[in-house]
């Protein structure tokens, strides 16, 4: 597996999570387009696994949050990503952080400004 594999699959599991809409004041995202341009990130993706020593057969997963514009913080999370998909992710992330002496959470925000850099500029998954 590579990165481009790696970004592919997490946005088109991403884009599966839309429309939502913001729970405080209903603002509707009818696509992680317009979630991405309504929004903004706070932080950096947390990834529940990826500090275990072991990959879990079971992963908690990953959350990347953002702010509505009512300011209300919202969650996209990888909690009902098949859990095989999630350990060859995990599988991969580990490797990565290694190879590139960087820490998951820069490795999460990396595949994520990727992720937003395609979407927002219309470009087809890889």
């Known amino acids: 597996m590579n990165e481009d ?11 599966g999570l839309f429309p939502r809409e913001c729970p405080q ?4 995202f009818g696509s992680l387009r317009e979630y991405l341009q309504l929004t903004t990130h706070v932080g950096r993706p947390i990834s529940y696994d990826a500090t275990c020593q072991e990959i879990p ?3 908690l997963g990953t959350v990347s949050l953002a702010n509505c514009q009512c300011g209300t ?5 990888s909690k009902s990503m098949p859990a095989a998909q999630m350990v060859q992710l995990l599988k991969w992330a580990k490797q990565e ?3 590139r002496s960087i820490g998951i959470r820069d490795l999460l925000r990396h595949v994520r400004e ?10 087809e998954a890889r």
Request: proline share 3%.
């Open 25 to 28: 004041c209903g603002l509707r």
């Open 73 to 77: 913080t919202l969650a996209i999370t």
């Open 114 to 123: 990727r992720i937003d850099q395609e979407v927002l500029s219309g470009s």
């Open 57 to 59: 057969s079971e992963p």
């Open 5 to 15: 594999e790696v970004v592919k699959i997490v946005r088109s599991y991403i884009e």
């Open 97 to 99: 952080t290694t190879k």
